[in-house]
């Protein structure tokens, strides 16, 4: 027994019959759809497809025009560019249109349409398929997406490679600035940009803000920077911040929105710039209503969050500008460290070469302005108090304000002034920012005060110069507020210059002290003026050597004898310091006691080797002794060690023959020294010198007393007077190795 399964089927017959039915059923419900419309765009037939997508009935589609089922772009191109092509072309591929569904939601589609044409060429029907595109559309926009967000990331890694590569070229804090606010102004397509530094509250001047420096702006007004300060407090932004102008703005910080306004700013973008955790200041670049940049605020009212990557490249942005802030600044900071060690170089080598202490402090003022300083003021400790000896400024057109200061003396003691106080206190006084209050207690009348307005000074250091514990005297530096504000190493700086002046003072005050003892010791060692004696005429120089002080054992002297005769005398003692001259006096003072009993010169000799042992002399010394009759001219002459006298007559001159026996202070000689003896000629001069005259260290003494000879003897006068004059002019120079004393008589007719 079986089952009956019905008749056979047949799948030939069942395809056939699908077949015969496809036509029509293809058309309506075909996964398209198809518009046929009349060249004006009415819709002579539809499918059931479209009507579908459009939850339009087809007796609502048909007889409406095309497009109207268009969203109004798709209108605009439809009869812009669509139809236009179907009468050129006769068909179009492809095209992308939004067809409005009827509850105004959009549909994208991609329309290709053929035109059908009569026999004459004219349009009779255009035949359009439609195709659903919502996937294909989602994906060109996603495919979109991805090529912006890649060409944006080029973008950037683009900026960055330029800010880097442009920031490793730069080697100030200047450079650095404008780097960086360039190329975040080009990234950003920003309105406006600016760097900003961030200082620490400065002690002393009774601001608790951070101090805002600003070093570069491009479009960001002060006045903006000026309200970010006082917004930001003493916490500026740790991270990247956005500020958009907008409702909420305008209500916290209705005068920061204000200031956005005004620049024509719809937000801000706040950077910090650091290196390692070092805040070294802010980037604030200024968004305007510019489009197409890589952070977008241009819609008010919203506040929108910065885009992940967009954080990123402004950190990195900060990152790389503070560590090229931090190389730069250490490369001018090595440039200045550099320079003042040439400054003080320098003020070694001019300092060196100052003559006296009025001398030393010119020159260091000179020096100190404009390159340490803008004023520079020196006051010295003197047995009358402190007295101003300098006041110098870097701009000549202020000088004559500096020439009042100078005219303004110190108060002694109990005075806020730092150059006194720092004269008192025996180390430095540093002044950041001279203020009104301190300004009324330093100055000492209105017209005091006048001049340091005028000189418009900031900061104020004043050094004192202590050498071997005790103070000398102060130097004092002033900033004008154009200058930037002195640092911990402008004030080590001075304090170097001020210990180089302090020992070149002190040195200078020791010599100027040894220069007038000397002057002293030898205006009571020479003997006064040569006495004036009937039937001569007499001259006497005498000249220190120029290195040393300004004294030598080099004498002469002129004394009346019992019976009308002179004795005369040119010694010259070793060495030419206070030794020598203490030496000389002493010697001096025994000739004149030995010159008692009128003893011949050669006795004098005899006399004084005899007593050097129990004298207690310290120097040997050479000396010319002589006796002069002035009625007969009948002249003696001796000789210990010593050069011969000139002799000058008639246009004549020679060296007399006196045979020299040893020097003074050397081991007796076995017999009494020699004497030469002659007469003075009426008119002729005789010239009793010491070596000083003639001896040079780079040429023999022979040639020094053939030139005085040859001088001598073209002198062409009598005069002793001009007779001096003359060998000491042709003779001698302004430098002088040693001591000269000069002796010369004429006898007169």
């Given at each position: 027994?079986?089952i009956d399964t019905?008749?056979?089927i047949?799948?030939?017959?069942?395809?056939?019959r699908?077949?015969?039915?496809?036509?029509?059923?293809l058309y309506?419900n075909a996964?398209?759809?198809y518009?046929s419309t009349l060249?004006?765009?009415?819709?002579?037939?539809?499918?059931?497809?479209?009507c579908a997508?459009?939850g339009?009935?087809a007796s609502e589609v048909l007889?409406g025009?095309?497009?109207d089922l268009l969203d109004i772009g798709g209108?605009?191109f439809h009869?812009?560019?669509?139809?236009?092509?179907?009468?050129?072309?006769?068909?179009v591929r492809?095209?992308?249109?939004?067809?409005?569904?009827?509850?105004?939601?959009v549909?994208p589609c991609l329309?290709?349409?053929v035109?059908?044409?009569?026999d004459?060429?004219?349009?009779?029907?255009v035949r359009?398929?439609l195709?659903?595109?919502?996937?294909?559309r989602?994906?060109?926009r996603?495919l979109?997406?991805a090529q912006?967000a890649a060409?944006?990331?080029?973008?950037?890694?683009r900026?960055?490679?330029?800010v880097?590569?442009?920031l490793?070229?730069a080697i100030?804090?200047?450079?650095?600035?404008?780097v960086?606010?360039?190329?975040?102004?080009?990234?950003?397509r920003a309105?406006g940009a600016a760097l900003?530094?961030v200082?620490?509250?400065?002690?002393?001047?009774?601001?608790d803000?951070?101090g805002?420096?600003?070093i570069?702006?491009?479009?960001?007004?002060?006045?903006?920077v000026?309200?970010?300060?006082?917004?930001?407090g003493?916490?500026?932004?740790r991270?990247?911040?956005s500020?958009?102008l907008?409702?909420?703005?305008?209500a916290e910080r209705?005068?920061i929105?204000?200031?956005?306004?005004?620049?024509?700013f719809?937000?801000?973008?706040?950077?910090?710039?650091?290196?390692?955790?070092?805040?070294?200041?802010?980037?604030?670049v200024?968004?305007?209503?510019?489009?197409g940049?890589?952070?977008?605020?241009?819609?008010?009212?919203s506040?929108?969050?910065?885009?992940?990557?967009?954080?990123?490249?402004m950190s990195t942005?900060?990152?790389?500008a503070g560590?090229?802030?931090?190389?730069?600044?250490?490369h001018?900071a090595t440039?200045?460290?550099?320079?003042r060690?040439?400054?003080l170089?320098?003020a070694?080598?001019l300092?060196?070469a100052?003559?006296?202490v009025r001398e030393?402090?010119?020159?260091m003022?000179?020096l100190?302005?404009?390159?340490?300083?803008?004023?520079?003021?020196v006051d010295?400790?003197?047995?009358?108090g402190m007295k101003?000896v300098a006041a110098r400024h870097?701009?000549?057109?202020r000088?004559p304000l500096a020439d009042r200061?100078?005219?303004?003396?110190l108060?002694?003691?109990?005075?806020a002034?730092p150059?006194?106080?720092?004269?008192l206190?025996?180390?430095?006084?540093?002044v950041?920012?001279?203020?009104?209050?301190l300004l009324?207690?330093?100055t000492?009348?209105?017209?005091?005060?006048?001049?340091?307005r005028?000189l418009e000074?900031?900061?104020v250091i004043?050094?004192p110069?202590?050498?071997?514990?005790?103070?000398?005297?102060v130097?004092?530096?002033?900033a004008d507020?154009r200058?930037?504000?002195?640092t911990?190493?402008?004030?080590?700086?001075?304090?170097?210059?001020?210990?180089?002046?302090?020992?070149?003072?002190a040195?200078a005050?020791?010599y100027e002290?040894?220069?007038r003892?000397?002057?002293?010791?030898?205006?009571n060692?020479l003997?006064a003026p040569p006495p004036p004696?009937?039937?001569?005429a007499?001259?006497v120089?005498?000249?220190?050597a120029?290195h040393g002080?300004?004294?030598?054992?080099?004498f002469y002297d002129?004394?009346r004898?019992?019976?009308?005769?002179?004795?005369l005398?040119v010694g010259?003692?070793?060495g030419?310091?206070i030794?020598?001259?203490a030496?000389?006096?002493?010697?001096?003072?025994?000739h004149?006691?030995?010159?008692?009993?009128?003893?011949?010169p050669s006795?004098?000799?005899?006399?004084?080797?005899a007593?050097?042992?129990?004298?207690?002399l310290?120097?040997?010394?050479t000396?010319?002794?002589a006796t002069?009759d002035p009625a007969?001219g009948?002249l003696r002459?001796a000789s210990?060690?010593?050069?011969?006298?000139?002799l000058?007559?008639?246009?004549?001159?020679?060296?007399l023959?006196?045979q020299?026996s040893r020097?003074?202070?050397a081991?007796p000689?076995?017999s009494p020294?020699a004497?030469?003896?002659?007469?003075?000629?009426t008119?002729a001069?005789?010239?009793?010198?010491?070596?000083?005259?003639?001896?040079s260290?780079t040429k023999?003494l022979d040639v020094?007393?053939?030139?005085?000879l040859?001088?001598?003897a073209?002198?062409g006068?009598?005069?002793p007077?001009?007779?001096?004059?003359?060998?000491?002019?042709?003779?001698?120079?302004?430098h002088r190795a040693?001591?000269?004393a000069?002796?010369?008589?004429?006898?007169?007719?």
């Open positions: 027994m079986g019905g008749p056979p047949d799948p030939r017959g069942q395809l056939n699908l077949l015969d039915e496809d036509p029509a059923d309506e996964p398209c759809g518009v060249p004006d765009g009415t819709v002579v037939k539809v499918n059931r497809t479209f997508w459009t339009r009935p007889g025009r095309f497009q209108r605009v009869e812009t560019h669509l139809m236009p092509l179907l009468r050129m072309q006769g068909a492809e095209i992308a249109l939004d067809v409005l569904r009827v509850d105004g939601s549909l329309l290709s349409a035109e059908v044409r009569d004459d060429g004219a349009a009779v029907l359009a398929t195709f659903e595109a919502t996937a294909r989602r994906y060109e996603e979109l997406a912006r060409e944006a990331s080029e973008a950037r890694a900026a960055l490679h330029g880097v590569s442009d490793a070229a100030s804090v200047d450079d650095v600035a404008a960086i606010v360039q190329r975040s102004r080009e990234a950003l309105a900003v530094l200082e620490p509250p400065r002690a002393g001047t009774g601001v803000l951070p805002l420096t600003l570069r702006s491009e479009g960001v007004p002060p006045p903006l000026d309200r970010l300060r006082r917004a930001a003493e916490q500026p932004a991270g990247v911040r500020l958009l907008d409702d909420r703005l305008r209705p005068a929105a204000a200031e956005l306004a005004a620049a024509g719809t937000g801000l973008v706040v950077v910090p710039v650091a290196a390692d955790t070092r805040r070294l200041g802010v980037l604030i200024g968004i305007g209503d510019v489009p940049g890589l952070i977008s605020l241009e819609e008010p009212g506040r929108q969050a910065i885009p992940a990557a967009d954080v990123d490249l942005l900060g990152r790389q560590q090229a802030l931090e190389r730069a600044a250490l001018e440039a200045r460290q550099a320079e060690a040439g400054f170089l320098d070694a080598r300092l060196a100052a003559a006296d030393t402090v010119e020159r003022a000179e100190a302005v404009p390159r340490l300083a803008d004023l520079c003021v010295l400790v003197t047995e009358q101003r870097g701009d000549p057109v000088q200061l100078r005219e303004v003396q108060p002694p003691g109990g005075t002034h150059s006194m106080q720092a004269v206190e025996g180390r430095t006084r540093w950041r920012d001279l203020d009104d209050r009324g207690e330093i000492t009348d209105p017209r005091h005060v006048e001049t340091v005028a000074l900031g900061g004043s050094v110069f202590v050498a071997d514990g005790r103070v000398l005297g130097v004092t530096l002033c507020r200058r930037e504000p002195f911990a190493a402008d004030v080590e700086v001075a304090e170097q210059l001020a210990l180089q002046v302090a020992l070149v003072v040195k005050q020791r002290l040894d220069v003892t000397s002057h002293t010791l030898q205006a060692l003997p004696v009937p039937g001569l007499t001259a120089r005498y000249l220190p120029t002080v300004d004294v030598g054992g080099d002129v004394v004898l019992p019976g009308g005769q002179l004795a005398v010259d003692v070793v030419h310091d030794t020598a001259a030496t000389m006096g002493q010697l001096a003072s025994v004149r006691a030995l010159l008692v009993d009128a003893p011949a006795a004098v000799i005899d006399r004084l080797q007593s050097w042992p129990v004298l207690g310290q120097r040997m010394a000396a010319l002794f002069l007969t009948r002459i210990a060690g010593h050069l011969p006298p000139l000058l007559d008639g246009g004549r001159a020679e060296f023959p006196v020299p020097m003074l202070g081991p000689a076995p020294a004497e030469w003896t002659g007469v003075l000629p008119g001069t005789l010239v009793l010198f010491t070596d000083g005259l003639v001896e260290r023999d020094g007393l053939d030139r005085l040859a001088v001598a073209s002198s006068s009598a005069d007077d001009a007779l001096c004059d003359r060998l000491l002019a042709e003779l001698t120079g302004p040693d001591d000269i000069l002796l010369a008589l004429t006898r007169l007719g």
